[in-house]
């Protein structure tokens, strides 16, 4: 099994549509990392939250850190076609060079 | 802005083949990473290196070597290509930082086919 678990593995919204996007570790988290990633490219990072109850925004996406749960959420609201892509989280577990993703989430928005 | 560069967005080779992929970045960081990217698999670490010359295994380093004989460029090289390497393979660098504040930054990846 995965060490970061994303859930839902996929996901279809209407344009509009708020949504969530939940990544779960089983191990100690000492930094969690979102990124965005358009279909066969790189991925582009978007926030990194380090302490629990942390909450981060960019433009309409926000994420929350909840350390005991050792879980973070991804909340995006009144969605976008430009939302559209694959979410990824990763973790700093033990080091800096021990980081994991978890297998992402592709989001697809219907106009 | 960051930049990590890798030299091939598509590359076609033929089992056997002895294959390069590289990777520079700008931005003077002392890790460096390379990562294969798979459906259902996520991202998994191939090698990385925090240093010239020093390298690390990752997870899946069979099959693979690395070079870093320049900070700003990380090589990765498939010895001999199969076909179960064919992927999308993912360079990435980031500072030497405190536990959990290392921000990796991602090249555009290059697709890999081995036919």
């Known amino acids: 099994s995965q060490e970061l678990e994303q859930s839902p593995q996929s996901l279809i919204v209407q344009e509009g549509k708020n949504l969530t996007i939940n990544c779960t570790s089983s191990?100690?988290?000492?930094?969690l990392y979102w990124y965005k990633q358009k279909y066969g490219e790189g991925l582009i990072f978007l926030m990194m939250?380090?302490?629990?109850?942390e909450e981060k925004s960019h433009e309409k996406i926000t994420a929350k850190l909840d350390e005991k749960k050792q879980q973070s959420s991804l909340h995006i609201t009144a969605s976008q076609p430009s939302h559209a892509g694959i979410y990824l989280c990763g973790a700093a577990h033990y080091n800096n060079n021990d980081m994991r993703f978890g297998a992402g989430t592709r989001l697809t928005v219907k106009p | 802005d960051v930049k990590v560069t890798q030299s091939s967005r598509y590359l076609v080779k033929r089992t056997g083949e002895k294959v390069f992929l590289e990777c520079v970045q700008d931005?003077?960081?002392?890790?460096m990473f390379w990562y294969r990217q798979d459906p259902g698999l996520g991202l998994r670490l191939i090698y990385f290196?925090?240093?010239?010359?020093?390298?690390e295994k990752g997870d899946i380093p069979e099959g693979y070597s690395v070079s870093r004989e320049k900070k700003e460029r990380f090589s990765l090289i498939l010895e001999s290509a199969s076909t179960n390497q064919t992927s999308m393979y993912l360079c990435?660098?980031?500072?030497?930082?405190?536990?959990?504040?290392?921000?990796?930054?991602f090249g555009a990846g290059t697709r890999l086919s081995v036919l």
């Open positions: 290196s925090y240093d010239v010359k020093m390298k």
């Open positions: 191990k100690t988290l000492y930094g």
């Open positions: 931005m003077d960081h002392e890790n």
């Open positions: 990435a660098s980031s500072s030497q930082g405190a536990l959990g504040k290392n921000i990796q930054y």
């Open positions: 939250l380090q302490k629990g109850g």
